[in-house]
T-cell receptor, first 114, second 109 residues
Framework: IAGITQAPTSQILAAGRRMTLRCTQD?????MYWYRQDLGLGLRLIHY???????GKGEVPDGYSVSRANTDDFPLTLASAVPSQTSVYFC?????????????FGPGTRLTVL | GQNIDQPTEMTATEGAIVQINCTYQ??????LFWYQQHAGEAPTFLSY??LDGLEEKGRFSSFLSRSKGYSYLLLKELQMKDSASYLC??????????WGAGTKLIIKP
């Protein structure tokens, strides 16, 4: 693994189904983030984690949950998907959450909820 | 509320210079980032400004004026591969990034 990986690359999901988007990084970064990107809008932060064992809510957390059991993995779960969650989801990481450090992004997951 | 404004789309000619502006109103300021995003790909880091002035990095430069809530990204000697979206993001008082919607730059031969 080099950098950040996300799985799946794309997914079509029926409304009401549960879905977990996976994110793994091998850079030993403390901070990790989940964003969604929608046409015409900036990236919007869903949840973040400044270090393993802690998580926080971003701008648009409703309908999503995260966990950070270890440094490398930061899965995002949609408990019961709705069509408005159709989006491209990016996972990102940085060395630390509170100081300057660029964020490195995974390749994204394109999710369609029907 | 927090707001980042950028032009939606710009067009420029190969070999020319283009300036992409970004204005912001955020709760606190802890730095401004520019990212490049090619269609269908992830954003990648271009530059970071926290103090007023110009930061130069090869063909790309970024300028910041904190008193005006303003930044620009300057791209020189444009190449076709520079066709992409350019995202402006400000780190706010909670050290979270607030993102603009991005500027789609179209390069014509």
């Amino acid at each position: 693994i080099a950098g950040i990986t996300q799985a799946p690359t794309s997914q079509i999901l029926a409304a009401g189904r549960r879905m977990t988007l996976r994110c793994t990084q091998d850079m030993r970064h403390n901070a990790m983030y989940w964003y969604r990107q929608d046409l015409g809008l900036g990236l919007r932060l869903i949840h973040y984690s400044n270090t393993a064992g802690t998580t926080g809510k971003g701008e648009v957390p409703d309908g999503y949950s995260v966990s950070r059991a270890n440094t490398d993995d930061f899965p995002l779960t949609l408990a019961s998907a709705v069509p408005s969650q159709t989006s491209v989801y990016f996972c990102a990481s940085s060395k630390a959450g509170g100081s300057y450090n660029e964020q490195f992004f995974g390749p994204g997951t394109r999710l369609t909820v029907l | 509320g927090q707001n980042i404004d950028q032009p939606t789309e710009m067009t420029a000619t190969e070999g020319a210079i283009v300036q992409i502006n970004c204005t912001y109103q955020t709760s606190g300021f802890n730095g401004l980032f520019w990212y490049q995003q090619h269609a269908g790909e992830a954003p990648t880091f271009l530059s970071y400004n926290v103090l007023d002035g110009l930061e130069e990095k090869g063909r790309f430069s970024s300028f910041l004026s904190r008193s005006k809530g303003y930044s620009y990204l300057l791209l020189k000697e444009l190449q076709m591969k520079d066709s992409a979206s350019y995202l402006c993001a400000v780190r706010d008082s909670n050290y979270q990034l607030i993102w603009g919607a991005g500027t789609k730059l179209i390069i014509k031969p």
